[in-house]
DNA sequence: CGATATGCTTGCACTTTGCAATTATCTATG
DNA sequence: CATAGATAATTGCAAAGTGCAAGCATATCG
């Protein structure tokens, strides 16, 4: 009676992977937010990461935006629809190159950007109370590094990541 | 001419908000890994995260699975019902309560896992090697509470959050 | 001027998700 | 010991989301 393999053989351990840790965290922290921002103004996910970066950079075009937030130009293109929909966004062409399209919040759109934002706030309070300033420092300086170093793993897909180790 | 708002108001500043920083590592990270899967396997997203779980935890039931990985119990039934599909899982009645399915790990699934798991470990390796070893000692310790706090975030629902601070 | 390239959008097929209803099993009670 | 009320999991179906081919507008090059 052995039709299941039994115990773990490989040397990841789920819960120990670095990746698998951080994915746990920002799911849980991500929940209460997209049903406060799906329910209160009908907005998708892609709509609110989208509305995030108009905030903060006026006039971003498409690809900008699919840049700051992980996101692929059909799916930009569609979010920056919804949130036109919705009266938060704006699209007129680009002042030089009128392809690239200026997207702009508008005045409603950043009503509805800081009621998120303030709930977004608390969130990112409640977790930072639970490290000493030593840590935020820490976490800090390293996150950007993790940022830079993911987004080269990201542009080397994965047959470059089997080429530096063990290969199957 | 002042139909869009200008500049920011409120204090989120995106790209120093914690949780997008750590959502940008985990996408970015999760791309390659899951193209690699989903290629070599069709395996979806959900049906990894089952897998790796069930390659620790043998015999576990859909909610055990549910709550390891954020996964609502659709999801796992379904992404059970795939990696049954591909022979990489069974279920059986769970052995005390018949209600709870006992699943399991195969044979083939573990070996699907490991080739999984040795890119896994290969991303890790690439994250790791950023820091240094006192920021691995801190990060460690630090998402541990992080896992926890945001676990209570998640629980609490978003209206919870929104008693302690600034209300909109 | 074409001819070709680029940025973005749209239409359509396909997949995934959310939710109500269903099945199977267990526990408690009269 | 039958029956009512839980609980764990599954399934069917409609709605939402996604991927990709093709399309439109604009720009640049020969």
Redesign the pocket.
């Known amino acids: 009676m052995k039709q299941t393999a039994p115990a773990s053989d490989d040397g990841l351990k789920l819960s120990a992977w670095l990746p698998y840790r951080l994915f746990l965290v920002v799911a849980q922290v991500a929940r209460p937010l997209e049903s406060f921002y799906s329910e209160t103004f009908g907005l998708?996910?892609?709509g609110w990461r989208i509305l995030a970066v108009i905030a903060e950079r006026d006039a971003a075009?498409?690809?900008?935006i699919?840049r700051a937030c992980a996101l692929?130009?059909?799916?930009?293109?569609?979010g920056?629809?919804q949130l036109a929909d919705l009266g938060f966004a704006v699209?007129r062409?680009?002042k030089?190159?009128?392809?690239?399209?200026a997207v702009s919040i508008t005045r409603s759109g950043r009503v509805a950007f800081n009621r998120i934002a303030a709930l977004g706030s608390a969130i990112e309070a409640r977790l930072l109370a639970r490290l000493t300033e030593s840590e935020r420092t820490t976490i800090d300086s390293a996150l950007t590094r993790l940022e830079g170093e993911s987004a080269r793993i990201d542009a080397g897909g994965w047959r470059a990541l089997l080429d530096d180790a063990d290969v199957p």
Chains 1, 2 share one sequence.
């Open positions: 998708s996910q892609a075009n498409a690809s900008e699919g692929d130009p059909f799916a930009v293109s569609r920056i629809g699209r062409p680009g030089t190159d009128r392809r690239f399209a």
